[in-house]
C-alpha cells in the first residue's frame, strides 16, 4: 500500500502516556489515493491527537460503501516503505503483490499479506483485470528501534487461528487474542483481529490489561462498552481492559487493534516510518536517485512506473502529543 498524497505532512509520534480505559470516538478522514484517478479511502489512523495504538501507526478502509464512488482500481506503482509492516486484509476483490524481494503472489479474501519493511522494500498492488472492485483494510505497523533496519520478508498466511464464543468469531490476523498466536511475525507486542457477531448476540471478549485497544465497525450494529457504533469512525479503548463487552442486533463486523503503548518517538511521512527527520531526508533522497541497493527494482515493472517522491516539508515538525478526551468509561 501506499500513501499517494503529494504533499503529505510529517508527524511526529510521541510515546503513548497509557490513559486506562477511555472512550473516545475519532472520525474517518477521507482520502484520495493514486491522485488523478480518484480513488479514495476512509483512513481512521493516524489521528492528530492519536498517531499510534500500540505499534499500529497507519488504517486505511478502501471500497468502503461510505466514500465517492469511482470506477477505477486503486492500483498502486510501485513505492517505497522504510521502518514498518504493512497488513493487508481483503474482503472482497483480488490484489496482485509484487515487491523489491521477489515476492509476486495474488492475495485472496481470507488471506493475509505481511510485509516487513526494515531497512528497505519496494512493492506494487494491482487488481486483475477480472476481479470484482476491491474491499478491504490496509494498515501499518511501526517497527521498534531495534528491528527498524532488518532485512526486508514477505509473508502470506491462508491459515489464521480463530477464537469463537457463542454468536461470535475472531480471526486472529496478527499477535494474540484469547489465547490464540497467529503465525504472522509480530516485533512488539500486539493484536489484530477481524471479528464477527450473529444477530442478537451479546458476548465478551477477553483482553490483555497491558494492551490499548481500538475498534472499528465495518458494517453492521455494535454497541462496544456500551457505546453505540456506527460504520466508519474508530472507538478509542484506552488500557487496563480485562474485557470487552459486545452486543449486536442485527450482526456486526469489526476490526480490533490492540498493543503495548508504543515507547518511541516516530517521524511518519509519505510512505516512511523513521526515528528523525534525517533518516526520512536519506530515505527519500535513496528512493528519488534510484538506489537499487536499498530499493531494488520490481521484476515487471519498468524504472518508469515508479511513484514519485513527493517534496518534503519546509521545517522540521515538533512531536504531536496526544490529547486525550473527558470521556472514560
Known sequence: MSDTETRPDEVVCEP??????????????????????????????????LPTVGAWCFFDHFGSPTVTRTDAPPDIDPHPHIGLQTVTWPFVGRIRHRDSVGSDVEIHPGQLNLMTAGRGVAH?????????????????????????????????????????????????????????????????????????????????????????????????????????????????????????????????????????PFGEELVMWWNFVGRGHEEIVTARAD?????VTRFPDIAGHTPDQRIPVPPLPGLHLKPRKRRMGAARS
Do not use: C, K
Open 124 to 260: 506494487s498492488e494491482y487488481y486483475p483485470a477480472d476481479a470484482p472492485a476491491g474491499h478491504g483494510l490496509q494498515l501499518w505497523i511501526a517497527l521498534p528501534g531495534d528491528r527498524a533496519d532488518i532485512a526486508p520478508h514477505f509473508e502470506q498466511h491462508r491459515d489464521l487461528p480463530v477464537h469463537t464464543a457463542p454468536g461470535l468469531r475472531a480471526t486472529v490476523l496478527i499477535g494474540s487474542l484469547a489465547g490464540y498466536t497467529s503465525p504472522a511475525r509480530a516485533y512488539t507486542p500486539l493484536v489484530g483481529a477481524d471479528v464477527v457477531l450473529d444477530p442478537d448476540t451479546s458476548a465478551t471478549l477477553p483482553l490483555d490489561t497491558r494492551f490499548e485497544y481500538a475498534i472499528m465497525l465495518i458494517d453492521g450494529d455494535l454497541t462496544a462498552a456500551g457505546t453505540a457504533l456506527a460504520p466508519g469512525p474508530l472507538l478509542y479503548l484506552g488500557t487496563e481492559r480485562a474485557e470487552l463487552r459486545l452486543e449486536s442486533t442485527g450482526g456486526a463486523h469489526f476490526l480490533l487493534i490492540g498493543g503495548e
Open 287 to 291: 528512493w528519488e536517485n534510484h538506489d
Open 16 to 49: 503513548a502516556p497509557g490513559p486506562g480505559p477511555v472512550i473516545e470516538l475519532y472520525p474517518a478522514r477521507e482520502v484520495p489515493l493514486g491522485g488523478v484517478r480518484g480513488v479514495f479511502v476512509e483512513r481512521v489512523l493516524p489521528q492528530r491527537d
